[in-house]
């Protein structure tokens, strides 16, 4: 599973600050402020939406601290890159509803906020592949749900397949499946651990 979300930004480093200042506010976000990272030449910015935190403490304030979202902006290798940590994890600390509903919702508002500091716009996706046992019900369930949304993908049978079993375990660390990787078109994939149909829905837009 991919913790962490970064794009290369056409701007230098303190333009694309000045657009992540600029932008936060108009889409809900409240400023809690900046770090200057001399190292790397770069900033990072902690930012979040006062609604998330609040449902957060209400439900398991547990967490909560977990959450203020932080942008960070640095130099490499002559590229600006800009982006997060996936505040989706959060969703797999826990069996709360709350806590995933509200990940899931600051990950796609802060990744929104990283394509607009970045000038870019979002990944398209180019396959998707189902990791997949002969035994696993899981596995069988989220084939019918992708069938019943027409959506296209490779079936990868890791049980007799020893190379794509390990690619698998290294892209998430783990053995289990049902696995979904997408892929998209800069190169880069993600990683879906599990039949989890709310995040799948939301990264290939298609109905829950």
């Known amino acids: 599973m991919n913790i962490a979300y970064y794009r290369k930004s056409k701007f230098d480093v303190q333009e694309t600050v000045r657009r ?3 932008a936060a506010p108009k889409q809900g976000f409240s400023v809690l402020g900046q770090i200057e990272l001399p190292r790397t030449k ?3 910015v902690s930012l979040c939406r006062p609604e998330w935190l609040d449902r957060l403490v209400g439900a398991v304030p547990q967490v909560a601290g977990l959450l203020p979202c932080s942008i960070v902006v640095f130099e490499r290798e002559g590229e600006v890159q800009v982006g ?18 509200v990940a899931a919702a600051a990950g796609a508002a802060v990744k929104e906020l990283v394509h607009a500091a970045a000038g870019v716009e979002a990944l398209k996706i180019t396959g998707i592949r189902l990791y997949s046992t002969a035994t696993c019900p899981y596995c069988r369930a989220e084939a019918r749900w992708l069938d019943e949304r027409k959506v ?6 890791v ?6 079993a390990e ?10 499946v049902p696995v979904t990787e997408i892929l998209y078109d800069e190169g880069g994939s993600e990683f879906i651990v599990g039949f989890d149909r709310a995040r799948l829905a939301r990264t290939l837009d298609v109905r829950s």
């Open 84 to 101: 997060m940590t996936d505040p989706a994890i959060l969703g797999s600390l826990g069996q709360s509803a709350e806590i995933a509903e």
């Open 167 to 176: 690619r698998m375990v290294r892209g998430t660390g783990q053995l289990g």
């Open 159 to 164: 049980d007799e397949d020893e190379k794509e």
């Open 20 to 22: 992540i200042l600029d």
């Open 42 to 44: 770069g900033k990072a």
């Open 152 to 157: 296209k993908y490779e079936l990868v049978k």
